[in-house]
């Protein structure tokens, strides 16, 4: 990371990019990166607090207020998705709260949709202009208004889901296993069902990870809880996971064309890790209840704010 700072520092990345260098916000190399690193780092500090990925509010925030390329965004949103995700893998992994075998079942579907709306993201920039940045931003923000509204009346998570019958496709996959759980001094075995529907799901929100550059923790762990039945800590750990495979997928169509900006890319990715640390520490103070509200209005705020702009570009305002 030091290196890539340096790098950085010491001149621009030659993309397409350069229009939005930090001499065209008025700012320095160093303050731009300084800027970046400061906001990421309170986003990543209270996504931790309010149980939510960076990413879900990091994109419609960085869209809604600065004047940075929408694709530029959306492709540094699925590159701190990427980075977070493979920071947490190991020791999920270790541990085995992921379950592998969900992981190879799950990772095909949604690497493969994720990098088609990545695909998606790029056609609609290089072909429809001002009108189909305007078509996206106002489907990311009825889209962030709408996971607000489930993190309002959406219905609680289960801890350990009690399945009545397995059907048979999922017996046939084998996607049983087990882990050591700490808080009960014991091994939790358990299954998972509607493995058929967990792949539709799965390749729905690939397709809106790649394309809208949100990270899809706020879909997959619902999936893999609620409707695939598996325990929340299995879901929690193998969605991270299964993050890190598919937007290292779908990153690439971004990085071929030329959107990865490292001025912006790295004080972003840094400034989330770091901020995830320091809201995992401060969690154990505090109560997240209020936090939470004041996610939800953040992301109510963003997603007006994208459908205004979008409104704009389309003349209607």
Same mark, same amino acid.
Request: with cysteine.
């Given at each position: 990371?030091?290196?890539?700072?340096?790098?950085?520092?010491?001149?621009? #990345?030659?993309?397409?990019?350069?229009?939005?260098?930090?001499?065209?916000?008025?700012?320095?190399?160093?303050?731009?990166?300084?800027? $970046?690193?400061?906001?990421?780092?309170?986003?990543?500090?209270?996504?931790?607090?309010?149980?939510? !990925?960076?990413?879900?509010?990091?994109?419609?925030?960085?869209?809604?207020?600065?004047?940075?390329?929408? *694709?530029? +965004?959306?492709? =540094?949103?699925?590159?701190?998705?990427?980075?977070?995700? @493979?920071?947490?893998?190991?020791?999920?992994?270790?541990?085995?709260?992921? /379950?592998?075998?969900?992981?190879? $079942?799950?990772?095909?579907?949604?690497?493969?949709?994720?990098?088609?709306?990545?695909?998606?993201?790029?056609?609609?920039?290089? =072909?429809?202009?001002?009108?189909?940045?305007?078509?996206?931003?106002?489907?990311?923000?009825? %889209?962030?208004?709408?996971?607000?509204?489930?993190? +309002?009346?959406?219905? !609680?998570?289960?801890?350990?889901?009690?399945?009545?019958?397995?059907?048979? $496709?999922?017996?046939?996959? !084998?996607?049983?296993?087990?882990?050591?759980?700490?808080?009960?001094?014991?091994?939790?075995?358990?299954?998972?069902?509607?493995?058929?529907?967990?792949?539709? %799901?799965?390749?729905?929100?690939? *397709?809106? #990870?790649?394309?809208?550059?949100?990270?899809?923790?706020?879909?997959?762990?619902?999936?893999? /809880?609620?409707?695939?039945?598996?325990?929340?800590?299995?879901?929690?750990?193998?969605?991270?996971? *299964?993050?890190?495979?598919?937007?290292?997928?779908?990153?690439?169509?971004?990085?071929?064309?030329?959107?990865?900006?490292?001025?912006?890319?790295?004080?972003?990715?840094?400034? %989330?890790?770091?901020?995830?640390?320091?809201?995992?520490?401060?969690?154990?103070?505090?109560?997240?209840?209020?936090?939470?509200? %004041?996610?939800? !209005? &953040?992301?109510?705020?963003?997603?007006?704010? @994208? &459908?205004?702009?979008?409104?704009?570009?389309?003349?209607?305002?």
């Amino acid at each position: 990371m030091l290196g890539l700072v340096l790098l950085i520092i010491t001149g621009l #990345s030659g993309t397409v990019a350069a229009e939005e260098s930090p001499s065209s916000m008025g700012l320095s190399p160093v303050e731009f990166f300084i800027l $970046f690193l400061v906001i990421s780092i309170f986003i990543g500090i209270v996504a931790v607090l309010a149980g939510v !990925g960076g990413g879900v509010i990091f994109t419609p925030l960085m869209m809604g207020f600065t004047p940075i390329d929408g *694709l530029i +965004i959306r492709g =540094t949103g699925l590159f701190v998705a990427m980075a977070g995700a @493979l920071v947490a893998a190991r020791p999920f992994l270790r541990r085995g709260l992921a /379950n592998i075998r969900l992981l190879y $079942f799950a990772a095909v579907p949604y690497s493969a949709s994720a990098v088609t709306g990545a695909l998606l993201a790029v056609y609609i920039k290089q =072909t429809m202009g001002v009108t189909g940045e305007a078509f996206v931003r106002l489907s990311l923000g009825s %889209l962030v208004i709408l996971i607000a509204m489930l993190f +309002i009346f959406a219905g !609680g998570r289960i801890e350990y889901p009690e399945i009545r019958k397995v059907d048979r $496709f999922t017996q046939r996959v !084998g996607l049983a296993m087990s882990y050591w759980e700490e808080s009960l001094g014991s091994v939790v075995q358990y299954q998972v069902t509607r493995s058929w529907l967990g792949l539709i %799901l799965f390749s729905g929100v690939g *397709l809106v #990870s790649g394309l809208f550059g949100l990270g899809a923790g706020w879909a997959m762990v619902p999936v893999l /809880n609620l409707v695939m039945m598996a325990p929340l800590k299995v879901a929690a750990a193998s969605s991270k996971v *299964l993050i890190g495979i598919g937007d290292t997928a779908a990153i690439w169509p971004y990085v071929m064309q030329g959107t990865i900006f490292p001025l912006f890319a790295v004080p972003c990715m840094i400034g %989330l890790i770091v901020g995830t640390i320091i809201g995992a520490k401060i969690m154990i103070r505090v109560k997240a209840g209020f936090v939470r509200y %004041l996610i939800i !209005g &953040i992301m109510l705020v963003s997603g007006l704010r @994208l &459908i205004q702009q979008s409104l704009t570009m389309l003349g209607y305002i």
